[in-house]
């Protein structure tokens, strides 16, 4: 599969975001990942589907929404409306994922799930056959700039042999947290397609080398 880099404006200057996100497009990212945080799900709070309005404004690539917050289905009409690509959804955060999932793809939206560390595999796995993406924590969401946690590794791999068996599962891999230089590899050689980062990317001198070295180090750790 292709590689993609997908930067996380969570860690992009907030009061020059337009500048942030041309940069981070001249550079080579593929995708944006937007974080949305309520204070309740996550300790944290950050953009809203507003945030996504404005990006829509100013970039024409794909936006990811990945969603931090409790009663999801209530926001998801808004963030596809304000122009998202893909939303993606915690299996933590509503007792009816299956039903979050179906909402998105009625609007036309690709769909996508997200599982935290501590949450195991088998709890979406009949979502397989359904998804656009799963996206699988490498830290503990809420805040950029944490350290990856290394038993994701494992987690990774096993999902990526559970959709080489069934032949319905095309579900793209993404991770997110401490994605850098040293653990992309690992990550890309488990499996995973899609890599979001952050703070390795943002407020960083050279970003188009960062992206470049993140994309050939993903590129040639891939099976
Ligand atoms: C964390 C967010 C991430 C965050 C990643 O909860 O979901 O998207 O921006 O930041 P880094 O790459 O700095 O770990
Ligand atoms: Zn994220």
Redesign the pocket.
């Known amino acids: 599969m292709t590689v993609k880099i997908a930067p996380?404006i969570?860690s992009a200057d907030i009061m020059n975001l337009e500048r942030d996100v041309k940069l981070a497009e001249e550079a080579g990212a593929d995708v944006f990942?937007?974080?949305i945080m309520d204070g309740h799900f996550v300790p944290n709070m950050s953009f809203s589907p507003s945030v996504v309005e404005g990006m829509r404004r100013v970039t024409d690539k794909p936006l990811d929404v990945?969603m931090?917050i409790d009663n999801p289905d209530k926001y998801i009409k808004p963030i596809v409306d304000a122009g998202a690509d893909t939303v993606?959804v915690h299996a933590e955060s509503t007792q009816h994922i299956y039903r979050s999932i179906d909402l998105i793809k009625s609007l036309g939206a690709k769909a996508g799930v997200?599982v935290n560390p501590g949450t195991p595999l088998e709890t979406v796995k009949e979502l397989f056959p359904v998804i656009d993406q799963i996206?699988v924590?490498t830290v503990n969401?809420g805040f950029g700039g944490q350290k990856f946690i290394p038993g994701m590794i494992k987690k990774i791999q096993r999902l990526d042999q559970l959709r080489q068996t069934a032949a319905d599962d095309n579900f793209q891999i993404e991770v997110?947290?401490g994605i850098n230089a040293d653990t992309i590899s690992k990550c890309s050689k488990a499996g995973a397609d899609i890599f979001?980062a952050?703070s390795y990317l943002f407020g960083q001198d050279d970003l188009k080398g960062r992206i470049d070295d993140l994309r050939s180090l993903a590129v040639n750790a891939e099976q």
Do not use: C
Request: glycine letters at 12%; zero cysteines; proline letters at 6%.
């Open positions: 996380s969570l990942h937007i974080d990945h931090m993606l997200v996206l924590m969401p997110d947290g979001v952050g």
